[in-house]
């Protein structure tokens, strides 16, 4: 942990902006691609500082007081980090809103907020958002970033970025409200959850501040660092981890093109930080091991060795058990081999990565164990909304990627009932919106926060999560299993892409599994059958293929958590389609919904053996 530093000065966030205008105002604050003109474009500190003073005059000239509550729904973008500064300034309260989210989803967040301002990027979306069914009472105003028109939809006034600027150019500095207190609220960020309507999480300054602080001393950041950010600025690990931190370090943070530009972003950019979640990990790697796939036997067991030779001195240089595989290696494959091997990986992701910090669902282990062999620093990290949100994250040294780090600084943990971790510290949560009843039930009667993970804290403190108590399934027969360590299992078989175990009050488990395209058409020709068939599941020798590969990577679960039948798909779960949240993590109701008749099919197939 690092001493004391001018970080842990701050009270309130604005003060971050401030001393970085003060000592860094001509460095590069933001990057940004501009698609018209098709080239990256830079922002200094002191452009920026000048951007937000216009906004804070706007919503000044808007009357609203301290207090009242503001909505963003934007893409990660310049005009979205003005918004928030401007607002933070002003000691307003600002309300993130997903990109992806439904307009009915956004208007309950704004009903349910009381917001009176909304700025979002076109006519077209907020006429999705009025249209919706529920009403928005409070909202006086909304402004568009990227249209200049003007009118009324029923009692809201609407109009374009510089319209609503002009109004503000008469007010005066000193016309300006007195900044935030700690104690003010710095933002009520809905939980997008996996189940239920979402839970507005009220976050202070304090608490948001000091996870700020705590996970910098995690994330040293000098003047030369560049952050990629593409996680959506309404989930609080982008907030905390990446866009609060470079405020804070007046590091640089350059906007991704989005996350199926990420290739292209890494070698533009060459990053030196990304904050991250697993799937996109699991993403490049299915792609090289598609690559590799097609490659000879000779390249490929090349690869593998390089990979268990660079683990082996990962774990020597983190104090992991070294196992006999790395030894091995180490003497079957040359330096130069591997060097030739990690150098083409490392400049895949741009050749400057300090560290990848991965948060927001758990890690499968294979995936870290082979971007860490061949060289990259992937951290994982551990947190909730309603903790600012960061709790636990491994360190620089001491990375053991099979759990989530230690406790950052001031947070205790525990382990309660049922396991269940247990957290208390200065950036837990003053509480849910509106919704006292709620917020008692998430703290123990003693005031630790309940965290819902069961959790294992017996490796030196460090945290290692073992899966949502929610989550766990309870077959008819009793057994419980982690849906989580059987997923990764069947993961580690490359044909599987996305896996959801199924189980919960039935004789035994099953499985939804999305196939890998290309390995898919492969197995299809082992078996003789067109891979463009529409009822594959229906393909006797083909399931039974897949079942026989599902059974043997699940071989080292319990047997009765091993499924005895799959259902097969070809077409990937995304936030788009409402199947994975922002942060990627299954949701398991609403996947189980939709395949509901997949399911039961399943099951009727097996009766029928």
């Not at 035994?508 to 599941?537: H, K, S």
């Not at 293929?545 to 070809?570: D, E, F, S, T």
């Not at 942060?583 to 029928?608: G, H, S, V």
Request: charged residues 25%.
């Amino acid at each position: 942990m690092s001493d004391h530093t001018y970080i842990d000065d701050f009270t309130t966030l604005p003060q971050m902006l401030e001393r970085t205008l003060e000592v860094k105002p001509d460095k590069e604050a933001y990057r940004y691609y501009d698609f018209n003109r098709e080239v990256w474009t830079s922002v200094s500190w002191r452009e920026f500082g000048a951007r937000v003073m216009r906004w804070r005059k706007a919503f000044t000239a808007m009357g609203l007081k301290r207090g009242d509550r503001v909505a963003m729904l934007l893409i990660n973008s310049l005009d979205a980090l003005t918004f928030d500064q401007a607002v933070l300034a002003n000691a307003l309260v600002p309300v993130p809103l997903h990109a992806i989210d439904t307009p009915e989803s956004a208007a309950y967040i704004m009903s349910d907020s009381g917001c009176r301002c909304l700025v979002t990027t076109t006519k077209a979306r907020w006429n999705a958002i009025f249209n919706s069914d529920t009403p928005i009472p409070t909202l006086e105003q909304v402004v568009f970033t990227t249209e200049e028109d003007e009118g009324m939809s029923g009692n809201t006034a609407y109009c374009g970025l510089q319209q609503w600027l002009k109004r503000g150019e008469h007010i005066t500095c000193d016309q300006l409200p007195e900044g935030p207190v700690e104690s003010d609220l710095a933002a009520i960020v809905y939980t997008s959850g996996t189940t239920g309507r979402p839970k507005g999480v009220m976050l202070t300054h304090r608490a948001v501040l000091s996870n700020v602080q705590d996970v910098a001393k995690q994330m040293p950041l000098d003047d030369d660092d560049r952050f990629l950010s593409y996680l959506p600025l309404s989930h609080t690990f982008e907030r905390t981890c990446t866009y609060y931190n470079c405020v804070a370090h007046g590091a640089t943070l350059v906007f991704s093109r989005g996350p199926m530009q990420l290739a292209e972003d890494f070698t533009d950019v060459h990053p030196t930080w990304l904050c991250t979640v697993p799937r996109i990990l699991e993403q490049f790697y299915a792609k090289i091991q598609t690559r590799l796939a097609k490659e000879s036997e000779e390249v490929q067991t090349q690869w593998k060795l390089a990979v268990e030779a660079g683990w082996h001195d990962f774990c020597l240089a983190n104090d992991l058990p070294v196992e006999e595989a790395g030894v091995k290696a180490s003497k079957l494959i040359s330096r130069e081999e591997r060097e030739a091997i990690t150098h083409e990986v490392l400049e895949m992701f741009g050749g400057a990565f300090k560290h990848i910090i991965c948060g927001g669902a758990a890690m499968n282990l294979m995936i870290a164990k082979f971007f860490c062999g061949l060289g990259l620093s992937v951290r994982q990290a551990y947190g909730l909304t309603e903790y600012s949100p960061v709790i636990s994250m491994n360190g620089v040294t001491g990375n053991h990627p099979a759990t989530v780090g230690l406790p950052v600084a001031r947070c205790e943990v525990r382990a309660g009932e049922n396991e269940e971790l247990q957290v208390r510290g200065p950036s837990v949560m003053s509480g849910y919106w509106n919704l006292p009843k709620e917020t008692a039930e998430s703290f123990t009667e003693d005031g630790w926060l309940r965290t819902g993970d069961q959790v294992d804290l017996s490796d030196g403190g460090r945290v290692r999560i073992k899966g949502r108590i929610k989550e766990i399934i309870v077959t008819s027969t009793g057994e419980k299993i982690s849906p989580v360590d059987l997923e990764f299992a069947i993961l580690e078989d490359h044909l599987f892409e996305q896996v959801m175990a199924v189980g919960e009050g039935r004789p035994y488990i099953t499985a939804l599994v999305v196939v890998n395209d290309m390995r898919f058409q492969m197995l299809c020709e082992e078996v003789g059958i067109d891979p463009a068939t529409t009822d594959i599941n229906q393909c006797r020798d083909l399931r039974a293929k897949i079942v026989k590969r599902v059974r043997m990577a699940a071989r080292h679960i319990p047997q009765y958590g091993v499924p005895r039948n799959v259902w097969i798909l070809r077409e990937h779960w995304t936030p788009e389609s409402g199947l994975l949240t922002t942060t990627m993590k299954l949701r398991r109701r609403q996947i189980a919904a939709r395949f509901a008749n997949e399911i039961e099919a399943m099951y009727e197939m097996t009766r029928r053996r």
